[in-house]
């Protein structure tokens, strides 16, 4: 079932690598069982999965691996965007947080 349909994200917004399909869509897979939250500032972007639906892709801000989950509504895109507009985003930070070095 297609809830959201690609084109309403913005191409600045979409993502081609979406990483490995995350079931606990909230919290990090790769560094299960620590918890870490991904809340809505790890959201790197959204793209469709092999199915064709759509997806919302983070990065994991301790280990930095890509996963994916499926967005259910609209709202997962527009707090996304939200967060963007506010500068929130984990993405727009000018470091790696874990290196201290500048981003590429
Ligand atoms: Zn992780």
């Known amino acids: 079932m ?19 399909y995350n079931a606990s869509v909230m919290f990090c897979p790769f560094c299960y069982p620590e918890y870490i939250d991904f ?33 259910g509504d609209i709202h997962s895109y527009e707090i996304y965007k939200n967060f963007k507009s506010l500068g929130l985003l984990k993405s727009q930070q000018l470091t790696n947080p874990k290196t201290k070095e500048p981003k590429q």
């Open 2 to 20: 297609k809830d959201v349909d690609i084109s309403i994200i913005d191409p600045d917004d979409r993502v081609l690598d979406i990483g490995e």
């Open 39 to 71: 809340g809505g500032r790890t959201t790197i972007g959204f793209g469709t999965d092999i199915y064709g639906n759509t997806v919302q892709v983070h990065e994991c801000p301790v280990c930095f691996q890509k996963s994916h989950h499926h967005i």
